[in-house]
């Protein structure tokens, strides 16, 4: 909005039959954007990594892969306060590329609803994963999209510590409430088909945020894994790249015979 009017003021001029709409202005404007489906038929296969997401992401821009990395950054703060030095999903982002002139362009659209996502198509990578300068010829533009997760959904345990990240949370027996559990899986199906449809084949994935969002492990690998399942033949390739040695742990049972 250009100006700020008090309550009183606005139900005051409203009152007066004076339309406010003339004051507000279009900040984030909406464009067409044709679809790009491959539209082939892939056998599609899965890959688990150790390595942060933006390694992986470019290391197939290198070998000509046209591939998105879906990152689970914050819903409610732009950069999920990578910027302040805290370790987040976007901190590798933030520290190694462009991302953050990128993302800060859409602050207005701060906190995200879950289900809505926003697409970087050219991020230029300028570092390596040591944060090392690269050579200006090895630097390169990868494609993220941010998708992000609720902090601390509810589980089944009562007295979960919010201190830190709750030991408990890596126990098979430990789940998401039900509701929560099936947006996750439409904002996942929904990001991949987005990504399918702008025309990204190869799809890099992180690990939803387990650690940072306070997610149970074994229920959060179990989901992406199902999730991945109905693309079979559509996706040309997942990236599962988790790389915190506790969760990759966890991970691994699940991806490795998938």
């Known amino acids: ?31 067409p954007i044709n679809q790009c489906y491959t ?26 892969k046209k591939n998105i990395y879906i990152c689970t ?9 990578a910027d302040q030095g805290l370790n987040v999903k976007e901190s590798y982002l933030y520290l190694t590329s462009t991302y953050s002139v990128t993302i800060e362009k859409f602050i207005h659209a ?22 090392n300068l690269l050579q200006p010829s090895d630097w390169m533009k990868i494609a993220v999209a941010n998708a992000p997760l609720k902090f601390r959904p509810t589980v089944n345990i009562k007295d979960l510590d919010t201190t830190t990240y709750d030991e408990r949370l890596f126990d098979k027996n430990t789940f998401m409430d039900t509701h929560y559990v099936q947006k996750i899986r439409q904002n996942l199906i929904g990001t ?10 190869h799809i890099v994935l992180d690990d939803l945020g387990v650690m940072e969002n306070g997610m149970p492990a074994h229920q959060t690998a179990a989901i992406i894994l199902e999730v991945m399942q109905q693309f079979k033949g559509r996706v040309a390739a997942f990236y ?19």
């Open 39 to 64: 539209n082939l038929t892939y056998n599609t296969t899965v890959s688990l990594y150790s390595s942060p997401p933006i390694a992986i992401s470019a290391a197939l821009k290198k070998t000509q």
């Open 1 to 31: 909005k250009n100006h700020t009017l008090e309550a009183d003021v606005i139900k005051q001029r409203l009152e007066q039959g004076i339309d406010e709409r003339k004051d507000y202005e279009v900040i984030i404007p909406s464009f």
């Open 240 to 258: 599962i790249a988790v790389d915190k040695a506790r969760v990759f742990d966890v991970f691994k049972w699940y991806f490795t015979s998938s």
């Open 110 to 131: 701060f906190p995200i609803p879950i289900g809505n996502i926003i697409v970087c198509p050219n991020v230029l990578v300028f570092k390596d994963i040591n944060y």
């Open 192 to 201: 991949i088909e987005a990504s399918l449809f702008l025309g990204y084949d």
């Open 73 to 81: 950054g914050s819903q409610m703060i732009c950069g999920g306060g």
